[in-house]
């Protein structure tokens, strides 16, 4: 690493981190003086606009990584719980820094009173995507010289004390996995990770714990305003500055009070509503610890650390004089990105990570500028759960004899209505028209669909095992059924797994090999076999009981990839009388006279004035052969006149009966095949596929010939003596041939012709 | 310079040809002086022997291998072998040492994931098959008489 002196300054101004001077030489871990600032760049100390080094942000934290898990604390009035707010942004790269107190926000910090503290940035407000670019590096180090061990600082379950581990003994054991924890001390207010740096000249020891206030600081990620990760039942909590406290190591995170100790026993402490990575703190009054119970089920701790992308450890021995590739001897990973999402490796996967062979931290890829991707893939489409609901209306499951039974009610207003009158038209004014006259039975009949179910009470999804009487408005009638409150069916499938029948080449696919899926009232659907090829195709059917229709989900495994609609129900037209009509046309019938006239007059008058709501018990009204107190009604009466019967009956023969027609068919196509799903697939066909209960498959043996004199077609990157038979290539490296140019040419025409190896 | 002769049979596109084949010749041949010595179409010129004009193939002292392309005698009765490199089999251990991209393989084995154009598939045919994927409910009944929904607007019961 080339090391900007001109920013920097010359070598020999620079800190050493002690004990490490020995690795000057590689200017690795060494750190450049600082001067302080009031508020502006020191001169000559850092370009916030280029990164000095990749050292500075060798990686980011991802919005996933524990640290960078929630980005804004936001105590609500009570203080009790806190509200957090996640932020996908990384907002935090993984600092190295010494003394510089990097931090997201500077308001936070009195410069002219804190003149330890470096700021290097002139702007207020920091980029909220790489702090790093205005932060001075201090330093880079080798991952290997670094090793970072775990200590832990937690309370008792009753907050009458606390005790500090190294993790190893927290977890109670030196074994990692699986995990216990330390029941007496479940609350975890601090991690800390404890630099471990390579010596020379030890004794029986490679690596040294460095005291960071002996010697001035070598510090990762120190001060670093973490928003907290998710914590448990919040008791108290202070979110001041995240100092190091008394090991001054690695501040994973943690809570101090206000003057930057580590927070113990009950010193008010100050509670700060942090808006954003960037914003300003506002102090709220409030005293509240955060912590976190261990939970045996994740190691959050170990990911806390990990997230810094550096090796890491439980215990001392493995601090001292671990193996960069023993098993336990943790590496935090990071991804092609750059960021670190808290994972980590452990043991010989070690050395599959890009930092085992990094000479320091400025052989990082990482580009802070670089877009991030915060998109959360998933494999799995969510299916949700429909609530039953029928609002204002009622369904009811019929069979065959129901219905039949339903379309007698339906014309059996006159019966109705002989019945009411007790089977005798000369008491008709015993009926009651008002059930008529306020619901036509008719116009309460939204829809009736017959379903392609087997019996009823079905399947458990209906509500009720007795029927009731069907209502039409405030109309009891004879009619029942039973009664059906669900919105939405699932209907699901037997699942197939889609296997290639010719080993997964080519000819498994489109346009060799296709799909058509059948689905049951909604047709078929194309396939693309690779979206099946070594999958499971699931096919889910909702069907929805508030339109007969249904929509089918096909998915790979579980994620939806093609829908399809489709309708289930068939429309059953409803007839029936229009009773409203009925009685309109009875009341204004024509009537001969005749002993039912009476009885129909009465009627028509008892109804029409109880319809007026006038005078109850209308049949008063006649007392006496008169109508009313004043005797009239319609016509002008005249003293002595009344309503008299007279002798012939009431001809209904002469009324139309009116008849209302609902709904008509619909299709029953859809029910005359298949109710299963049907997977057909269209297999290619050759000489050499061969044919077993309608399943394909290749006869190598038949390619025998053609592989010997076209070769199978292939893309490999290898040398060739991995190779036999007729081989083809494309380009080869002749650099180590000790042909003539002339004669390499010739050999490159060969081998891309065809040769026999 | 001496050579070696012999009969080979394989095609030019072999990277070796001479496995398993004797050399006509029992020793090394001299050749002669006059030969012209070319690095990529040389003229060998050795003593006329019966024996030698079944050769189509030599081989030099250098290990670098010919075809023959031309026989022929010179007025002193002397066999004139016109030859032309062999690049294959005189770099035969550097070329398969040599990383290389291959697009055809026969020790692949059998078809890949990549599309093969060669391969000889019937055109335009396709063969159906299928798989029957019941419904897991076992509800479903096309026949019966048994299942209609009615819905109204009425009173609750």
């Known amino acids: 690493m080339q090391v900007n002196t001109n920013v920097y300054g010359l070598p020999e101004t620079w800190l050493h981190v002690m004990p490490l001077s020995g690795y000057n030489e590689d200017n690795k871990n060494l750190v450049p003086a600082w001067q302080t600032i009031g508020g502006g760049i020191t001169a000559g100390k850092i370009d916030f606009d280029n990164p000095l080094d990749n050292s500075i942000a060798y990686a980011a934290l991802a919005a996933d990584s524990p640290i960078a898990e929630i980005n804004t604390v936001v105590a609500n009035d009570t203080d009790n719980p806190l509200q957090t707010i996640p932020d996908a942004t990384p907002i935090f790269p993984a600092l190295l820094n010494v003394e510089s107190y990097g931090k997201f926000t500077q308001t936070y910090y009195d410069l002219t009173n804190n003149k330890d503290i470096q700021i290097y940035s002139p702007n207020e407000t920091l980029d909220e995507r790489n702090l790093n670019k205005y932060i001075q590096p201090m330093c880079s180090i080798s991952p290997k010289d670094v090793v970072l061990k775990i200590v832990v600082r937690a309370y008792k379950s009753d907050w009458s004390e606390y005790k500090t581990f190294k993790y190893n003994e927290y977890l109670s054991g030196d074994d990692m996995h699986p995990y216990t924890y330390t029941v007496e001390y479940p609350h975890i207010y601090h991690v800390y990770a404890l630099p471990y740096a390579r010596i020379e000249n030890s004794e029986n020891r490679t690596r040294q714990y460095i005291d960071m206030d002996n010697v001035g600081g070598f510090y990762i990620a120190r001060d670093c305003e973490f928003d907290c990760p998710t914590w448990g039942t919040i008791r108290d909590y202070a979110l001041t500055n995240l100092k190091g406290g008394l090991f001054n ?25 942090c808006i954003g990575a960037g914003g300003t703190l506002k102090k709220i009054n409030s ?52 960021l670190t999402h808290g994972d980590y490796t452990y043991g010989t996967d070690n050395e599959t990570q890009p930092q085992y062979d990094w000479t320091s931290t400025n052989d990082s890829k990482y580009n802070p500028d670089a877009p991030i991707d915060k998109n959360t893939y998933s494999a799995q489409t969510t299916f949700n759960t429909v609530g039953n609901y029928n609002g204002m209306v009622n369904r009811y499951v019929l069979d065959g004899t129901a219905v039949r039974a339903l379309s007698t009610s339906l014309w059996a207003v006159m019966g109705d209505l002989i019945t009411d009158a007790g089977g005798d038209y000369a008491n008709l004014e015993g009926v009651d028209y008002e059930n008529f006259l306020t619901a036509n039975p008719m116009d309460c009949i939204i829809d009736l669909r017959k379903y392609p179910f087997k019996d009823i009470p079905a399947k458990g999804h209906w509500s009720a095992a007795t029927q009731k009487n069907i209502n039409f408005g405030k109309k009891a009638s004879s009619a029942a059924g039973y009664e059906f409150n669900y919105t939405m069916f699932e209907y699901a499938f037997t699942n197939v797994d889609i296997f290639p029948r010719f080993g997964n080449c080519f000819l498994d696919y489109a346009p060799y090999t296709t799909m058509e899926l059948y689905v049951p009232f909604c047709g078929t659907v194309e396939l693309n076999p690779a979206d099946f090829m070594g999958h499971t195709l699931k096919v889910k059917m909702e069907i929805d009981y508030t339109t007969g229709s249904c929509v089918t989900y096909i998915c790979a495994d579980n994620l939806v990839v093609k829908s399809v609609n489709g309708t289930v129900a068939i429309d059953i037209p409803v007839t029936g009388t229009n009773s409203a009509r009925i009685m309109s046309n009875l009341n204004n019938a024509v009537v001969s006279e005749g002993a039912s006239r009476a009885a129909l007059e009465k009627a028509k008058v008892k109804n029409y004035f109880t319809l007026k709501g006038a005078v109850a018990g209308s049949m008063d009204l006649y007392t006496g052969g008169q109508f009313g107190v004043t005797g009239k009604l319609n016509k002008a009466m005249t003293a002595g006149e009344r309503w008299t019967q007279k002798g012939a009956e009431y001809n209904l023969t002469h009324q139309e009966q009116p008849v209302n027609v609902i709904k008509s068919c619909s299709s029953a196509g859809g029910w005359a095949i298949d109710l299963q799903c049907r997977l057909i697939i269209y297999y290619p066909d050759a000489d050499f596929i061969t044919w077993t209960n309608n399943k394909p498959s290749l006869n190598l043996d038949a390619l025998a010939t053609y592989a010997h004199l076209n070769g199978f077609a292939c893309l490999e990157n290898k040398r060739l003596n991995n190779f036999t038979g007729y081989t083809v290539v494309s380009e080869i490296d002749l650099s180590n041939c000790a042909a003539s140019e002339t004669e390499k040419q010739l050999i490159r025409g060969l081998l891309q012709s065809g040769v026999y190896i | 310079m001496t050579i070696t002769l012999y009969t080979i049979t394989k095609d030019n596109n072999y990277l070796d040809k001479t496995t398993g ?137």
């Open chain 2, 21 to 157: 084949v004797s050399p006509i010749n029992n020793t090394p041949i001299t050749i002669d002086v006059i030969s012209r010595i070319d690095n990529l179409n040389p003229v060998f010129i050795i003593a006329k022997n019966d024996s030698y004009y079944a050769a189509n193939y030599v081989k030099d002292n250098n290990n670098r291998y010919y075809y023959i392309t031309n026989k022929g005698v010179d007025t002193a009765g002397r066999l004139v072998l016109t030859c032309t490199i062999d690049v294959l089999q005189t770099y035969a251990s550097d070329i398969k040492n040599a990383p290389a991209t291959v697009i055809r393989s026969e020790s692949i084995g059998r078809p890949t994931i990549y599309t093969d154009d060669k391969l000889p598939v019937y055109a335009n045919v396709r063969k159906k098959s299928s798989i029957e994927m019941p419904e897991t409910s076992g509800s479903l009944d096309a026949d019966g008489d048994n299942c209609y929904l009615l819905t109204v607007v009425g009173a609750v019961n």
């Open chain 1, 249 to 273: 190591g690695v501040h994973v995170w943690g809570i101090s009070d206000v003057n930057g100790a580590p927070y113990w026993g009950e010193t008010p402490n100050y509670v700060y509503k």
């Open chain 1, 287 to 338: 005293s509240i610890i955060m912590y976190r119970d261990y939970d045996a089920t994740g190691d959050f701790v170990h990911r806390a650390v990990a997230s810094f992308g550096l090796f890491f450890c439980d215990d001392d021995d493995t601090a001292e004089n671990g193996a960069y590739n023993s098993n336990k001897m943790m590496l935090g990973t990071i991804d092609e990105q750059g």
